[in-house]
């Protein structure tokens, strides 16, 4: 139905009435996430599997790596973020019409609600329509500025506040799911991966947290609860499996006293990895991360190649396990012309099934931004040579620059 202007109800400015404070937050939304280059969602079906230690985590790796981060704490109920980064005596400024963000370094601004709390026992009964108008005002009204993450902690399940920041955030954020090896709690991740699937969004990964016991004494690390149960889940669902991270007390101890454990504790493995987990996330940043050199690479030099790529949405993938269709270009490596191009659909992601389909489509070569490990030694074994790190987006002109040798790749 819609509203008469006349009436005062008209809220959408489309019959041309004056702009209404709601029109102004939604303008102002827009223009704030349009500036965020990517957005990331930590969630878990299932509370205390470590989702804010992640997200935590994550957010400061990127930021060190030299990326301008965003953190966001969306948990209404039992925001952990301010502890986490020993924030909880830190007050945000507002103004009448903006949130100033605390800066946690110069890179890292982060917003919880917590810095808005009287104190931290205090409880918050909001129903959902009201925890949606918060979440909007945080990315609305908050001056992130211009970031190259923002990161996003989610209460667990798949409630209101995971829904409200996916729809508000758009259809290019993409979900990092964490999960325990126990078996229940990859129950509660299947949930989840189907709930970003139904909303229309894209799961960047599976993290498998809590995976083994590191021995306080010596280091080792021991597989009490079992292990691969996330990495498992990820090859049946289709998702990437972004790595796992020991049980490990430095963790707990960084959690309670508030240090970063990644900034502190940067040489141990469990650092290591978290930066493993960082790597693929760090690789959708076009721009790549500073410190990775572009490498010419070797162009073909005789007869007639097939090269796939895999792409979404028309443009390169961020990664092969996201591909919605592989182009598939035959090229004349002499001439250094492209002979024809095509569009397939890809089939569901699994690293072997791909790497047979490509054969089966007789490609010679992959070129990708990034390619799970698993499909890496799938598409050796099928003898198809891969070329990732591309940092170009269309893909006619990856493969151009590709017989022409000019393509450059990261790593
Ligand atoms: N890998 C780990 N090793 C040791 N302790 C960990 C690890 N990951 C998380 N923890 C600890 O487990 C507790 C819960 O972690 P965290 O708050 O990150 O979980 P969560 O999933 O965000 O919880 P909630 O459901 O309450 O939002 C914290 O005390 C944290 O320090």
Known sequence: MSSDCSSGNCSSGSCGGAPTELDAGEARMKRTISRIKHKIVVMSGKGGVGKSTVATNIAIGLSLAGKKVGLLDVDVHGPSVPRLLSMRDSKVHIEESFIEPVAWSKNLSVMSLGFLLPNSYQPVVWRGPVKMGFIKQLLSDVVWGDLDYMVVDCPPGTGDEPLSVMQLLGNDAQAVI??????????????????????????????????????????????????????????????????????????????????????????????????????????????????????????????????????????????????????????????????????????????????????????????????????????????????????????????????????????
């Open 178 to 411: 964490v999960t325990t090896p126990q078996g229940v709690a990859i129950d509660d991740v299947r949930r989840s991966v189907t709930f970003v699937g139904d909303v229309g969004n894209q799961v960047l990964g599976i993290v498998e947290n809590m995976s083994g016991v590191v021995c306080s004494q010596c280091g080792n690390v021991e597989n009490i609860f079992g292990k691969g149960g996330g990495k498992k889940l990820a090859q049946e669902v289709g998702v990437r499996f972004l790595g796992d991270i020991p049980l490990d007390p430095e963790i707990v101890r960084s959690g309670d006293e508030g240090y970063a454990f990644l900034s502190v504790k940067q040489d141990s493995p469990t650092a290591q990895s978290i930066q493993k987990i960082i790597k693929p996330i760090l690789m959708l940043d076009n721009d790549a991360a500073p410190s990775t050199k572009l490498r010419p690479v070797l162009p073909p030099h005789k007869g007639t190649i097939k090269v796939a790529l895999p792409v979404t949405k028309g443009t390169l993938s961020p990664s092969m396990h996201l591909a919605e269709q592989y182009i598939i270009a035959v090229a004349d490596a002499e001439t250094k012309k492209i002979v024809s191009t095509e569009t397939v659909d890809a089939p569901a992601y699994e690293p072997k099934a791909a790497a047979s389909f490509l054969e089966r489509l007789d490609a010679g070569y992959v070129l990708a931004k990034d390619v799970p490990e698993e499909a890496c030694d799938a598409l050796k074994e099928k003898h198809i040579s891969l070329v990732k790190g591309i940092t170009v987006n269309a893909p006619v002109a990856v493969v151009t620059d590709f017989i022409e040798g000019k393509l450059l790749a990261a790593g």
